[in-house]
């Protein structure tokens, strides 16, 4: 009964204590809403936002683990509002649902697709929609493939982002490619740091994210998470000051080192390759070409090796791990011509 009631009560919310009995009814009625709702027994935050409240349903999942991004798809895909009604939510023990109380074991990839059956349930009936679109980037779509591939009849299309295949396989590839640039480059430092990871690997908890935070910030230099000509400072020097009135540093900190420490070895452990191979929903996989964050080459395979009613590989050749963000036009055209 609590649960129904706090559904109850963010609906309310939403539409003013207006209850709207019919889709038809609210054609046209944009929505602009921040809330908070327990998933999982979490208490969690999440957005809505659209142009017209009758559009297509879309949920996107963010990276990580523990990378709240809500900012970022707010600031660069807005155009996505004009054609679905767009929920960005941090999950739990990310950013604006972070709190010190999260149990330490709820922290799974299991768990987390759960509170996206959830919150799509809980979406489908507020909006009175059968299905919704599902974007899983990076991290997120780990939890993308085990909730489209467990609840089908929910979901119109999985749109994967940088889409994580082999944890084990893709750390490896990743380390290799810095070391050769690293080789390249005659950079000893840099060398010497990657060669020590590699002889490591895979370390576990905190050591092994001290060593991504290195392994990242080579592979960074060496131009494989972001194509050379784009940067991190562009992208968030770019930001709407009005979507960053909700960005809390602080929190956004906690939720990423708390997520990143209890979950890292549950992305070492992914195996796609071998398992999660056939999906009954169409599946779009967005590529960067110069990915070597989640590796590219590895997408590839994968997509070779799934079935589904449709499928598609589709690259942006002037990304590496942050498509949507890099190149929002090409993106933001891609999700239109989807949602008609």
């Known amino acids: 009964m609590r649960k129904r009631r706090g559904h109850r009560y963010v609906l309310g919310l939403l539409f003013g204590f207006i209850f709207v009995p019919a889709a038809a009814q609210r054609v046209g009625q944009p929505i602009d809403t921040l809330f908070r709702i327990k998933l999982g027994n979490v208490d969690q935050t999440v957005f809505i936002k659209g142009n017209d409240r009758a559009k297509p349903l879309l949920l996107i999942l ?37 709190n010190d109380s999260i149990p330490v074991a709820s922290m799974t ?42 609840y089908p009849e929910d979901y119109k299309a999985f749109i994967s982002v940088g889409q994580v295949v082999d944890g084990m396989k893709n750390e ?29 690997y895979p370390a576990k908890g905190k050591d092994a994210v001290v060593n991504l935070k290195k392994q990242r910030a080579w592979l960074r230099y060496y ?10 400072k562009e992208l968030f020097a770019g930001l709407n000051p009005t979507v960053m009135k909700h960005y809390n540093g602080t929190l956004i900190d906690k939720g990423g080192r708390f997520s990143m420490e209890t979950m890292w070895d549950q992305v070492i452990a992914v195996d796609f390759l071998t398992t999660k191979l056939e999906f009954k929903v169409p599946v779009y996989f967005v590529v960067g070409r110069c990915d070597y964050n989640a590796v590219h080459t590895l997408v590839e395979e994968y997509y070779q090796k799934i079935k589904a009613p449709r499928k598609q590989l589709i690259y942006f050749e002037k990304s590496g791990h942050y498509m949507p963000f890099t190149e929002p036009d090409k993106f933001n055209a891609l999700l239109k011509n989807l949602a008609q």
């Not at 707010?74 to 950013?95: A, F």
């Not at 509170?115 to 990076?138: A, C, R, W």
């Not at 131009?223 to 991190?232: A, H, P, R, V, Y």
């Open 62 to 98: 963010h990276g990580g683990p523990g990378f709240s991004d809500f900012y970022l798809w707010q600031t660069y895909n807005q155009p996505l509002e004009n054609d679905y009604t767009v929920v960005t939510w941090d999950q739990r023990g990310t950013g604006l649902s972070y």
């Open 109 to 150: 990839f299991d768990q987390i697709a759960l509170d996206v059956h959830e919150l799509t349930l809980f979406l489908k009936k507020l909006f009175i929609q059968d299905k919704l679109y599902l974007i899983g980037y990076s991290g997120g779509s780990i939890s993308g493939v085990k909730v489209v591939t467990s």
């Open 172 to 200: 490896q590839l990743s380390v290799q490619y810095t070391i050769d640039n690293a080789q390249k480059e005659n950079n000893q430092q840099a060398l010497s740091e990657l060669r020590d990871i590699a002889k490591h």
């Open 223 to 232: 131009n494989g998470d972001l194509c050379k000509g784009t940067s991190m």
